[in-house]
T-cell receptor, first 115, second 112 residues
Framework: EAQVTQNPRYLITVTGKKLTVTCSQN?????MSWYRQDPGLGLRQIYY???????DKGDVPEGYKVSRKEKRNFPLILESPSPNQTSLYFC??????????????FGQGTRLTVV | GENVEQHPSTLSVQEGDSAVIKCTYS??????FPWYKQELGKRPQLIID?????GEKKDQRIAVTLNKTAKHFSLHITETQPEDSAVYFC???????????FGKGTHLIIQP
């Protein structure tokens, strides 16, 4: 089954304690990205990756890191989480057809609370 | 960068009536306009999309229209049903390295 898998689904952590949210896709998609969803703000892109070893900042990258060592995996790293990073996070992947966007498939979401 | 405005933020309609959600975008180079539905506690899922070389697209009760000159696009749902209740997001993208820029969402409520 084609899917994007995120882990964990729920995470409560303390300020400053490094954490990683994993994301894996089995569709051989080149493009992967991370979004955060906050009430009234919709989905905002944090980071994206066009392919292995190619990553770039989205609209709200401060406080986050990513890596793309393998095509299927795109972990999101919070080196020193702060309470303003409490949010619902979604990983997404899509195929780029001739440089054009196609359907983005989303993971199940990770609800992060930083206290 | 791209900016997408979505209206209304909440829309309540009677079951069986039609619902229309509107979005405007700022970047005339945007060429891909998807609509996502997010049910409570679930992930966003694509319901319909349209590219800039097409003015209208329909899939059963759902249709999307695009006006490139005015830079706006709309989602139309006819004969609404209770399962249509959800949050709907529009998005726009130029392609290339650009991802999707989303609107803030519309909470659609179907009244029985």
């Amino acid at each position: 089954e084609a899917q994007v898998t995120q882990n964990p689904r729920y995470l409560i952590t303390v300020t400053g304690k490094k954490l990683t949210v994993t994301c894996s896709q089995n569709m051989n998609h080149e493009y992967m990205s991370w979004y955060r969803q906050d009430p009234g703000l919709g989905l905002r892109q944090i980071y994206y990756s066009m392919n292995v070893e190619v990553t770039d900042k989205g609209d709200v990258p401060e406080g986050y890191k990513v890596s793309r060592k393998e095509k299927r995996n795109f972990p999101l790293i919070l080196e020193s989480p702060s309470p303003n990073q409490t949010s619902l996070y979604f990983c997404a992947s899509s195929r780029k057809a001739g440089g054009m966007n196609t359907e983005a498939f989303f993971g199940q979401g990770t609800r992060l609370t930083v206290v | 960068g791209e900016n997408v405005e979505q209206h209304p933020s909440t829309l309540s309609v009677q079951e069986g009536d039609s619902a229309v959600i509107k979005c405007t975008y700022s970047d005339s180079a945007s060429n891909y306009f998807p609509w996502y539905k997010q049910e409570l506690g679930k992930r966003p899922q694509l319901i319909i999309d349209i590219r800039s070389n097409v003015g209208e697209k329909k899939d059963q009760r759902i249709a999307v229209t695009l006006n490139k000159t005015a830079k706006h696009f709309s989602l139309h749902i006819t004969e609404t049903q209770p399962e249509d209740s959800a949050v709907y997001f529009c998005a726009a993208s130029r392609g290339g390295a650009d991802g999707l820029t989303f609107g803030k969402g519309t909470h659609l409520i179907i009244q029985p």
